[in-house]
């Protein structure tokens, strides 16, 4: 259904903004009205990462006129777009405001701490919306939370492998996030599994342009609906949501703790002491005894970058299959994978096999391109 506007028009277009929006400028039904509304609209985006990179400068470049990042993790390679920011060395945040300073000098950017508990309230306060499409359910559960208490909406995406959602939570118009998750959802976390880097642009430019029909009033935003892409199958649908009656929220908003972190409980505890080191690895190479080193990884990574002698056992095999079966006994098996998260996963599999002595390369190739191998390649 059609929403008012969120924002007032703004007195003026800043310097140079009405040649930049001239085609937005002579849209009906958005006009000069609606580029106004755009210029006064103060936007927090939570996450600069690959959604929330092509986010930002779609947000940008459309006009926006205040654009806060809430991000203190490093800039990484794969999370710039088209080349923004470029390589100075900075946490995502700060990387974005420096390089929109440069681009868009007529947007206010601001470089927002990380969203968390006790500012997180008092921080969407200075915003009329917040768009969040990070990893974490956790954080994106607290987004939500505040933004509900504050009455304003939160504009929400997630991202998988190939395909990614969208959806619009306002409380006082529609359902929130509980209702569409009334159990926490396992994260999908694109560093351990992968990711279609242009599924991240697609989500970004829709997340952009649910931002820019809020603001404007324009259109019906996705209040209520779902919008569920899948690249490989070229499909996109939209689909009903509706509150639920169990889906009520804390009295106060909690803290952003992870409800699942990064390794299952029995890879936790199956790390704790069969972790060992890059150095440790290269020692046990080097020594008499022989060594099982299974890569746990897939075949078009293994391709890419793997140690010489190691073999290729995906991890899928382990933990749908009988491959902690066939390992050898004669000799201890060393698992590793791209970061440790995998092989650690694989690891409590097989120490529940009857190998006890098996341990995981902590950091993965990655360390060991690091801290070993500097001409290895990465990703």
Known sequence: MPLPPLTRPATGLPSGEASRQAHQLILAGHGSDGQHRLAAGRV??????????PLIAHLADSGVGMIGVADGSPMDPWDRYLG???????????????????????????AESWFELPRARGLVRDYDLVVCAGEDP???????DVCAEAGIPFVWGSMGATG???????????????DLFPQPPA????????????VGAWLGVVLATEVVKLLTGQGEPLVGRVMEYDAMAGTCATVPLSPRER???PAEPVAAEPFFGLLSPEATEAARQSTISAEQLKELLAADEPVNLVDVREPDEYAFAHLPGSVLVPQGEFLNGDAATRLPTDRRTVLLCRAGIRSAEVLAVVKRSGHRDAVHL??????????????????
């Open 138 to 144: 956790a954080r994106c559960q607290l987004v939500d």
């Open 164 to 178: 990614g959602r969208v959806s619009v939570f306002w409380d006082r118009h529609g359902p929130g996030l509980r």
């Open 44 to 53: 927090l985006v939570v996450g600069a990462d690959e959604i929330g990179g």
């Open 362 to 379: 902590g950091g993965g190739i990655l360390s060991w391109a690091e801290r070993i191998d500097p001409e290895m390649p990465t990703y």
């Open 247 to 249: 889906a009520a929220r």
């Open 187 to 198: 994260p999908y976390f694109r560093g351990v599994s992968g990711a279609l880097k242009v």
């Open 84 to 110: 923004l920011p470029d390589a100075e060395p900075a946490d995502r945040a700060t990387a974005w405001v420096r390089a929109l300073g440069r681009s868009h000098p007529a947007v206010r950017a601001v």
